[in-house]
């Protein structure tokens, strides 16, 4: 949380009003072959690191294994998305 304060613009101010209005959420990528356990463990790292309450952890913290987070780099900044047919 630190390193957004210090670097956005207003940083603290939005990072506080996130945290207030409780619609912040975070995406965290994991090596494919990772389990529930060690998803737990990110989970337990995010609470005690001070982003969120532990009871919302489980709704505010999301994860995606580095394959899956690849993917959607590459549509979303690849130029791909217009050229991809349902």
Same mark, same amino acid.
């Given at each position: 949380?630190? !390193?957004? =304060?210090?670097?956005?613009?207003? @940083?603290?101010? &939005?990072?506080? +009003?996130?945290?207030?209005?409780?619609?912040?959420?975070?995406?965290?990528?994991?090596?494919?072959?990772?389990?529930?356990?060690?998803?737990? !463990?990110? =989970?337990?790292?995010?609470?005690? @690191?001070?982003? &969120?309450?532990? +009871?919302?952890?489980?709704?505010?913290?999301?994860?995606?294994?580095?394959?899956?987070?690849?993917?959607?780099?590459?549509?979303?900044?690849?130029?791909?998305?217009?050229?991809?047919?349902?």
């Amino acid at each position: 949380m630190n !390193f957004f =304060r210090q670097r956005e613009f207003q @940083g603290t101010t &939005i990072w506080e +009003n996130l945290k207030r209005s409780r619609k912040i959420e975070f995406v965290i990528a994991h090596p494919n072959g990772w389990t529930l356990h060690e998803q737990v !463990f990110l =989970r337990k790292a995010a609470v005690a @690191g001070g982003l &969120i309450h532990q +009871n919302d952890a489980a709704r505010m913290v999301h994860m995606i294994t580095e394959g899956e987070a690849s993917v959607h780099f590459v549509v979303f900044n690849g130029g791909l998305e217009s050229r991809l047919q349902v």
